[in-house]
Nanobody, 127 residues
């Protein structure tokens, strides 16, 4: 069983920054592919960013490219999402997800491809 705990959400003004963290349990975190998703009210959950277990292969949704950066620290069992130049349309609940079987270089973009989910953290960007 893998537990994921997100933190770092909050209220920020347009143009501001936040860094989300996702702490994971599990002895083999370094082999998990990880993803960040978000869900705004009335909308479907969408992928924001994803990375493979080595951290060398990353994916970003077009809407966040150039503003968000995903990274991981396998020594700390933690994955991060640095969010800069935030916009009101970034307002959502952000979730991290883990896929426990993966291949080096493979980042996963669909929610159904992940095995475990965190409880989510709210990000609100005011205009």
């Amino acid at each position: 069983q893998v537990q994921l705990v997100e933190s770092g959400g909050g209220l920020v003004q347009t143009g501001g920054s936040l860094r989300l963290s996702c702490a994971a349990s599990g002895r083999t975190f370094s082999r998990y592919a990880m993803g960040w998703f978000r869900q705004a009210p009335g909308k479907e959950r969408e992928v924001v960013a994803a990375l493979d277990w080595s951290g060398t292969s990353t994916y970003y949704a077009d809407s966040v490219k150039g503003r968000f950066t995903v990274s991981r620290d396998n020594a700390k069992n933690t994955v991060y999402l640095q969010m800069n130049s935030l916009k009101p349309e970034d307002t959502a609940v952000y979730y991290c997800a883990a896929r426990t079987t993966s291949y080096r270089g493979s980042a996963y973009l669909n929610a159904y491809e992940y095995d475990y989910w965190g409880q989510g953290t709210q990000v609100t960007v005011s205009s």
